[in-house]
């Protein structure tokens, strides 16, 4: 029997949408009814999970767990989460229920070692996931090596996640500093980039720089549609 899966969205509302873009696009299907049926709380009130996790801002576990009792309600079978800062407290959640949650970091690890073995990763983030160390220990347990960005280079990140996706902001103004950003750790030993915040594809499918890239969002789509009995499109 096909599974359902449920989506604790809302961190933010474009990456939920591009999670379940992706979803609908990766499954292979001749029709509608051939989709995975998918249920979607996205949540905007849970709160800041790198303020949380760096500077003690407001706890997100509530609003996450409202959310986790909504797809539950509704029956989905396992959990994913269009947020890797969000990952950090996927543990903590998980003793909430019996429902599997699908974990985007070691989907992602897998799809970089199979993809490309003997290369090193840079890792694009959120200053709350780079310092949890969640992406470092994922990669790790793979056997991939990678580089991690410096200080001014976190500080890009966070401006491109927050001051422009999150804000709704245009991209194409901001071409010359994500391109300086990954020429910067090509330089440092990068051979591809891990798109480690669920606002970087969007980034990245918008403007015209080639990677290339590991979509953290697309390889946790493959993998909850697996996990589902569905087929990938290849």
Not at 58 to 83: H, T
Not at 198 to 210: F, G, H, M, N
Request: glycine share 6%; proline share 6%; aromatic share 6%.
């Amino acid at each position: 029997m096909k599974k359902t899966i449920g989506i604790l969205g809302g961190m933010g509302p474009l990456a939920t949408a591009d999670l379940y873009r992706k979803i609908v696009l990766l499954t292979k299907a001749s029709c509608d009814n051939d989709h995975i049926r998918v249920f979607i709380d996205s949540n905007s009130h849970i709160a800041d999970r790198t303020a949380a996790i760096l500077s003690g801002g407001a706890d997100p576990v509530p609003e996450m767990e409202s959310a986790l009792r909504n797809l539950e309600k509704c029956g989905a079978d396992c959990i994913i989460m269009p947020c890797n800062t969000a990952h950090f407290f996927l543990p903590k959640l998980q003793e909430k229920t019996k429902i599997p949650f699908i974990s985007m970091l070691e989907a992602t690890a897998k799809a970089c070692a199979k993809q490309y073995p003997g290369k090193t990763a840079a890792i694009l983030a959120t200053k709350g996931t780079l310092s949890t160390g969640l992406y470092e220990r994922a990669l790790e347990k793979e056997n991939v090596s990678f580089v991690l960005p410096d200080e001014a280079q976190r500080d890009m990140l966070m401006y491109l996640i927050y001051e422009v996706v999150k804000a709704s902001k245009p991209l194409e103004p901001e071409l010359e500093n994500w391109a300086a950003l990954l020429l910067q750790l090509r330089k440092a030993g990068a051979d591809y980039f891990i798109l480690g915040c669920t606002e970087l594809p969007i980034i990245a499918d918008t403007l015209p720089i080639v990677g290339p890239f590991i979509d953290p969002t697309a390889e946790l789509a493959k993998a909850a549609i697996r996990f589902c009995g569905y087929e990938v499109k290849e």
